[in-house]
């Protein structure tokens, strides 16, 4: 099984500041890499497939990058609306994982 | 517009089996994608439970392999889920979800608004 260890738990920033997200991957995921964002009560949306994908009706502002071991989601200019839980996904190999989470919150 | 709806007892007892159906609407589940279970304890992470498709190809979390068993009906345009021999560990929000370009092993664009079952006497 590959472990997805995100970090960090939880990012304290404001509106309009930039956010850094990390997943780590135990062994090489490729580019095989997803992220979803989750909101209280939701269930997660699809940001980014493949690493650096945007999926449909993302804004600009989110961007993905990395392979093999180690990815980066940033949110160049964080929106009211972005203060979420992010989770990363591998689909390289069975069984499907997740990583912990990251929290946004606002600071 | 696609969507999918998840339902079933929000309350199971320990040692019984816990079942959940997924309704799909606004599309055929027989013409292709893989339908996926994916769950979130109370205040947790996400956990791929398994996944089928049209052709009845299954694929589960080994963690899970001995209890769980997805199935599909095409004519109601369903898929459902059945977890034996439950325990308070499976007190969760079960979401059913499509996987994005029908691969099988994808990430996932399309959810269910998920439903909460929580295991207790």
């Known amino acids: 099984e590959i472990v997805l260890t995100q970090s960090p738990a939880t990012l304290s920033l404001s509106p309009g500041e930039r956010a850094t997200l990390s997943c780590r991957a135990g062994?090489?995921?490729?580019?095989?890499l997803a992220w979803y964002q989750q909101k209280p009560g939701q269930a997660p949306r699809l940001l980014i497939y493949?690493?650096?994908n945007r999926a449909t009706g993302i804004p600009a502002r989110f961007s993905g990058s990395g392979s093999g071991t180690d990815f980066t989601l940033t949110i160049s200019s964080l929106e009211p609306e972005d203060f979420a839980v992010y989770y990363c996904?591998?689909?390289?190999?069975?069984?499907?994982?997740f990583g912990g989470g990251t929290k946004v919150e606002i600071k | 517009q696609v969507q999918l709806q998840e339902s079933g007892p929000g309350l199971v007892k320990p040692s019984e089996t816990l079942s959940l159906t997924c309704t799909v609407s606004?599309?055929?589940?027989?013409?292709?994608?893989?339908w996926y279970w994916i769950r979130q304890p109370p205040g947790k992470g996400l956990e791929w439970i398994g996944n089928?498709?049209?052709?009845?190809?299954?694929y589960y979390n080994p963690s899970l392999k001995s209890r769980v068993a997805i199935s599909i009906d095409t004519s109601k345009n369903q898929f459902s889920l059945r977890l034996t021999s439950v325990t308070a560990a499976d007190t969760a929000v079960y979401y059913c979800?499509?996987?994005?370009?029908?691969?099988?092993?994808?990430?996932?664009?399309?959810w269910g608004q998920g439903t909460m079952v929580t295991v207790s006497s």
């Open positions: 979800a499509r996987d994005f370009r029908g691969s099988g092993n994808d990430a996932f664009d399309l």
């Open positions: 606004g599309y055929s589940i027989s013409s292709g994608y893989h």
């Open positions: 089928i498709n049209h052709s009845r190809t299954t």
């Open positions: 062994q090489s995921v490729r580019s095989y």
């Open positions: 493949d690493a650096s």
């Open positions: 996904q591998q689909r390289t190999s069975w069984p499907l994982t």
